[in-house]
């Protein structure tokens, strides 16, 4: 079975653009969550969606805005770039049931913002 | 307010013998503590977890201790072996939300010398 894929894998933009980066999770996970990662520190959540609801949202401004579709896959948009959003974006999936706190990411996007 | 702490940026171990790479929290509400790896190019994986009523849990050559009243816990590889290095995780989840949003550490990057 395929992983949590995202993509693009790489991603260069310029301050002011705006980005989408996608993620469609492992069948039959219905939970999507997004992290950002940047450069020498730990990943840091920024949403969950579960069936296609908002369970969650981390200390990020509103630019930042997620949404999920019919078929659990997922979006993250982040308007009016900033270089500090320059970051490796993960996307994470788990099942409905069973252990919450075991997610399962995919390789990321890496967002350079110049 | 960083609630977990990797306070080792790297750790260097020879082939065959025990890494032990540290964690420690301030929030005494976690339920559960786990360690994920990261290699180059990948997004982390899942390795072990342990509750917060328990002190120890082993997976093979992998086991985790947790110490309550340091609020620590460590993550013990013996023997170690150079597939083991990469970038490790400590992370932490509370179970009081709808979310199963991750707390992670900063990370510990790991080099087994053959």
């Known amino acids: 079975d395929a992983g949590v894929t995202q993509s693009p894998t790489h991603l260069i933009k310029t301050r002011g653009q705006h980005v989408t980066l996608r993620c469609s999770p492992i069948?039959?996970?219905?939970?999507v969550s997004w992290y950002q990662q940047v450069l020498g520190q730990g990943p840091q959540f920024i949403f969950q969606?579960?069936?296609?609801?908002?369970?969650g949202r981390g200390n990020f401004p509103d630019r930042f805005s997620a949404r999920q579709f019919p078929n659990y896959s997922s979006e993250l948009n982040v308007n009016a770039l900033l270089l500090g959003d320059s970051a490796l974006y993960l996307c994470?999936?788990?099942?409905?049931?069973?252990?919450?706190?075991?997610?399962?990411f995919g390789s990321g996007t890496q967002l350079s913002v110049l | 307010d960083q609630q977990v702490k990797q306070n080792s940026p790297s750790l260097s171990v020879q082939e065959g013998r025990i890494s032990i790479l540290n964690c420690d929290y301030t929030?005494?509400?976690?339920?559960?503590f786990l360690w994920y790896k990261k290699y180059p190019a990948e997004g982390p994986t899942f390795l072990i977890s342990?509750?917060?009523?328990?002190d120890k849990n082993e997976d093979g050559r992998f086991t985790v201790f947790l110490n309550k009243s340091a609020k620590h816990l460590s993550l013990h590889i013996v023997p170690s072996q150079p597939g083991d290095s990469a970038v490790y995780f400590c992370?932490?989840?509370?179970?009081?939300?709808?979310?199963?949003?991750?707390?992670f550490g900063t990370g510990t990057l790991l080099a087994v010398q053959p």
């Open positions: 929030n005494s509400m976690f339920d559960y």
């Open positions: 342990i509750s917060s009523i328990k």
């Open positions: 969606y579960y069936e296609k609801e908002e369970r």
């Open positions: 992370a932490a989840i509370s179970y009081g939300g709808a979310t199963n949003k991750l707390i």
């Open positions: 069948s039959g996970h219905k939970s």
């Open positions: 994470a999936s788990t099942p409905d049931r069973g252990r919450r706190e075991k997610l399962f």
